[in-house]
Structure formats: C-alpha cells, structure tokens
C-alpha cells in the first residue's frame, strides 16, 4: 500500500520528459556516491549510495517494486555470496597463509619473491574473487616483507594488478565476469579457453613490467634466510575444504550451472562442519551484495529511459568489431567508463548492446577482459586496489600517484596484448 502510494504521488501530473529527468539525477547522485569513496556533503559510502538510488528509483515511479525485484540478477548473487562462503572456509583452514608460505618460502632473492607474488595473486583470482584473494593476501605479503626487510609498495602493486588481470581469466575471477556468465550463457570451460591465453600473457607481461621498474628498489638478497610456513597445523581441515573445492572447479568445467554448484560445495563443508555456520556466513560481505542487488535496480532505471538504446544507436556503427578503429574506440570507451563509472555499471550498460557491434561472443569476451584490465589504471580504479591500499594501510601508504606511475602503462600494455590477441583468435 506504501508502495503504491509513493508511486501514485511521485507520478501525479509529470510528464514523461520530467520524469526522464528525475530518473537521469537520481542516477547522477548514486554514482557520485558510488564513484567516490566518501562524499564529505553525504559520508554514507557505495553500498548506502546504491541503496538510496534504488529507492528514489522506485520511489518517484521510475520503476515500480515488482520491475525492481526482476532487474536483480539471481545467478549473479548467488553466485557471488557462494563464492566469497566458500573463501571464508579456506580462510578458517589456513588455504591462505600454507599456500603463500610454502611458495614464498622457497624464494631466496626479492625478484623471486616480487614474480611469485604476481602468479599466486593472479592464479588464485581465477577461480576465487579477486578481492577476497586480496583481503586474505595482503596480511601474508606485508608480514613476509616486514620480516625481510624489504619496501612494500612493489610488493602491494604486485598483489593488486596481479589479481585483477588473473581474475580475467574465467567467469568466477570477479563480480562484472560474474555478470557477464549469467547474461552471455557462454559455458565455463569455453570462456577460459579463449580468455585464459590472454590474462596468462598480461600476468607475465605485467611481471616483467614489475621487474623493470622496481628492480633498482629490490635489494639483491633477503635480508633473511627462506621463510618456513609458520602457520598453525590444520591438515584435517584441509584435507576436507581442498578435494571440496575440487568437485567445484570440476563442476564449473562440466557445464553445470555455476552458481548452484559453488552453493553445492557450500552446503557439502556446512555438512562436514557440523555445526551452525551463523558465524560463518556473518563473515560474507553482505554490504557488497546489497550494493550489487541495489546497482541492478539503478541500472534498470536509467534503461528505462531509453537514453542507453538512443546512446548506442547513435555510436554503435563506430565501434563495429570489423575495423582496427572501432575495436580502439570500443576499447577506448570501456577503459574510461570502467574508472569513471566503475567495471560493474559498464558491463552492465554495455551487455545488451554487445550484438550490434558484431560477433556478441567475441564482444562478451572483449568486454570481461578490458573492463577488468581497466582496473589497474589508477588506485581507486578496482576494489581490490582499494583492498590492498588499506588493509596494509597501517604499515604502508600506498599513495595515488606511486601506483599510477606504474598502473598506467601497465594497463595500456596489457590491455594491447590480449585484445589484439582476443581479436585474432575469435575474429
């Protein structure tokens, strides 16, 4: 009845170009709040920010409650909440801290270590989200380089761009690939066929791009003897949440439907624990869903207006994946609205549309990897950047301007090599 009431009101004696134009503030406002970490005028954060754009979404007749309801992407949710479930249960069996142990340990001088951090961060964000491998890693790399003497920042630059390009790599790395699953129904195994090539060469182009411009800050020897894993013994754990996490991965290969099957192996370690996994599912990010959920209902709103179909009618012929040029443009497009709007509302606004640029599977695989790339332009240009710049916070800052010295040719580079390869490949 509330609900009905505000719509009645909100709609009374507008027309539809004043309505249009609510929606396209309303719009404005969430991602202002979205874009930028805290607005001093209105401190309440992304999640809150979503939030209240959905709300006046609905509150002023843009949509009404039930078109608000369908524009939240179920597969996308459940597949996320499962994911980050099934990272906590790594966490609480010490994956985290006896995987990057074990490989660190075994690296004597800091470019063996600063190359071994690039392919874990990046070979673990294929297959767990990128920003929790980043949550979990950031306090294993500060403590290893703490106790080495050696300086941070290389080292927390390497975590974080080396996630977001390995994330790339399949359809569970990140929340926008996440997205890009449900909408473009290509199957697991196929995406990682012709997107893992790419993000694989971006991983070792990006590690030697990390060689050459911190080798001179790297001491020639650790100032310590090889690290031994010192985390706590927690083999039975293990031994259960590994083979678990297995059936997963083989489930993805399989074809079966990704969320369902992480939620599978959820429910399988909810059973082995045998008790109340209240305290473990308090540990998910619940405020990322609900920004996720709220983000759908924001997006939904402003397509409603018809302003997203007359943008791409009136570009799209310049963007057609047939010319050099409108693959540049396309990839120009994407990287600046990934850091203007964010990944997420990009893949969002642009998925539909992806058919009338040419090959949509191709298109669907450009956008994942060049809107995930685009993350490493600047600090604030990924959520997992964010992740590392503060749980190291404390010990290290990690200024703007320090990351994009090297973010920004990092970003250009490897966003080169794997869209002209992409485009060979699947042209």
Same mark, same amino acid.
């Given at each position: ?159 974080? =761009?080396? &996630?977001? *390009?390995?994330? @790339? ?8 690939? #996440?997205? %890009? $699953?449900? /909408? ?95 305290? =473990?599912? &308090?540990? *998910?990010?619940? @405020? ?8 759908? #209902?924001? %997006? $939904?709103? /402003? ?117 002209? /390869? ?6």
């Amino acid at each position: 009845m509330v609900h009905g009431q505000i719509r009645g009101q909100s709609r009374s004696g507008l027309t539809p170009f004043t309505m249009d134009t609510l929606t396209y503030l309303i719009f404005i406002l969430s991602y202002a709040l979205i874009a930028s970490r805290r607005l001093s005028l209105l401190p309440i954060g992304r999640p809150a920010g979503a939030l209240l754009g959905a709300f006046l979404m609905v509150a002023v007749g843009t949509l009404t409650p039930e078109e608000s309801y369908r524009a939240i992407d179920g597969n996308t949710i459940l597949l996320l909440f499962s994911t980050m479930a099934l990272t906590v249960y790594l966490e609480d069996a010490w994956f985290f801290q006896w995987l990057a142990q074990i490989i660190l340990s075994a690296c004597r001088r800091p470019v063996t270590l600063l190359w071994a951090v690039c392919l874990l961060s990046g070979s673990l964000s294929a297959f767990l989200v990128n920003d929790t491998v980043c949550i979990f890693l950031t306090p294993v790399v500060v403590s290893l380089c703490t106790r080495a003497g050696l300086p941070l920042g290389p080292f927390l630059i390497t975590l974080a =761009t080396s &996630a977001n *390009i390995g994330s @790339a790599a399949t359809l569970v790395g990140n929340p926008q690939n #996440m997205i %890009i $699953a449900s /909408l473009s129904h290509i199957p697991f195994a196929r995406f990682l066929t012709v997107a893992g090539p790419p993000a694989l060469i971006g991983l070792l182009v990006n590690g030697a791009l990390l060689w050459l411009f911190f080798r001179k800050r790297l001491p020639a020897q650790m100032c310590m003897e090889p690290l031994g894993p010192s985390v706590p013994k927690n083999s039975k754990r293990l031994e259960q949440v590994l083979p678990v996490m297995g059936g997963v991965i083989a489930g993805f290969f399989a074809g079966f439907h990704l969320g369902y099957t992480a939620l599978a192996g959820v429910m399988v370690l909810v059973l082995l624990d045998r008790k109340d996994p209240r305290e =473990t599912f &308090a540990r *998910i990010d619940w @405020a990322l869903l609900i920004f996720f959920c709220c983000l759908f #209902m924001v %997006i $939904a709103g /402003l397509a409603k207006t018809g302003i997203v179909e007359r943008c791409w009618t009136a570009s799209a012929r310049y963007m057609s994946f047939s010319s050099h040029e409108g693959l540049s443009l396309f990839t120009l497009l994407m990287t600046v609205g990934s850091n203007l709007l964010s990944n997420v509302p990009m893949v969002l606004l642009t998925g539909p549309h992806l058919g009338e640029l040419g090959n949509s599977e191709m298109g669907w695989v450009l956008l994942a990897y060049i809107t995930t790339v685009a993350g490493n332009l600047t600090l604030i240009g990924s959520v997992a950047n964010i992740i590392v710049a503060e749980r190291a916070r404390d010990q290290y800052t990690l200024g703007f301007f320090e990351y994009l010295r090297f973010g920004l040719p990092s970003t250009l580079i490897v966003l080169s090599v794997g869209v002209a /390869l992409i485009y060979r490949v699947m042209s």
